[in-house]
């Protein structure tokens, strides 16, 4: 059975709602710094796994733009309808974006691999996944907590996004680090095709709460922690 969203309008739901609106704005602002370093390093470079972490960059950049406008519009006091609306619409765009994520890394990985690009070792990409092995986790369960609150699938979705991106900056690096030290170019690829299983995975439940309105039932709103 389809989800009711419930936007009664409470002090303890309007600051769950300011606090969702605030770690939107810092995921949109740490991804835009991401997705600008990712992407430019892993084309110089020929990183197929610093490419792969960009896009992965971009997509979270447009779900998060998407989300802060559900969350602004429940802000702004909304109708329950259009709330629902808002919903829905971002947990489209979180499933189709992890979707079209997990098409691009097998298909650049694979290209890579029968190609045998090498890949040249970046100090800037293993900077740059250490500080999201860091800060994803920490954007991951705020988000987590909030969409528990709030009941929302699309904040619950665009958390998937942020623990794939949490685990693709560990395989990056992983990755990274075998090419730099040991001169193992294939172990770049590798690192991108070995988060495809998740990202479907995450891909397949926020496409579900997308056409179902489902949200995560393991907790009660206001629990923190399953």
């Not at 997990?102 to 045998?116: F, H, K, M, R």
């Not at 770049?188 to 095709?193: M, Q, R, W």
């Given at each position: 059975?389809?989800?009711?969203?419930?936007?009664?309008?409470t002090p303890a739901r309007r600051d769950q709602v300011r606090l969702g609106i605030g770690i939107e704005l810092i995921t949109i602002g740490w991804m835009v710094i991401?997705?600008?370093?990712a992407l430019t390093t892993g084309i110089l470079s020929r990183s197929v796994s610093l490419e792969g972490f960009g896009i992965d960059s971009i997509i979270e950049l447009i779900a998060g733009g998407i989300l802060l406008w559900r969350l602004l519009v429940e802000q702004r006091g909304g109708s329950e309808e259009r709330v629902e609306l808002a919903e829905r619409r971002a947990s489209w765009v979180t499933a189709l974006g992890l979707f079209a994520l997990?098409?691009?890394?097998?298909?650049?990985?694979?290209?890579?691999?029968?190609?045998?690009i090498h890949p040249e070792a970046s100090w800037w990409g293993l900077g740059l996944a250490l500080a999201a092995a860091i800060?994803?986790?920490?954007l991951w369960q705020g988000k987590l907590r909030i969409a528990r609150r709030i009941g929302s699938a699309a904040l619950k979705a665009d958390a998937a996004c942020s623990v794939t991106c949490a685990y693709m900056s560990l395989a990056l690096l992983l990755g990274l680090l075998l090419n730099r030290i040991f001169g193992w170019w294939w172990a770049?690829?590798?690192?991108?095709?070995a988060l495809v299983y998740f990202i479907v995975r995450e891909g397949r439940e926020a496409w579900h709460e997308a056409r179902t309105g489902e949200s995560c039932s393991c907790c009660s709103d206001d629990e923190d922690d399953c």
């Open positions: 059975m389809a989800r009711s969203l419930s936007t009664s309008s991401e997705a600008a370093v997990a098409a691009y890394i097998v298909v650049d990985s694979v290209w890579t691999l029968l190609a045998q800060i994803m986790p920490l770049d690829p590798l690192a991108g095709l």
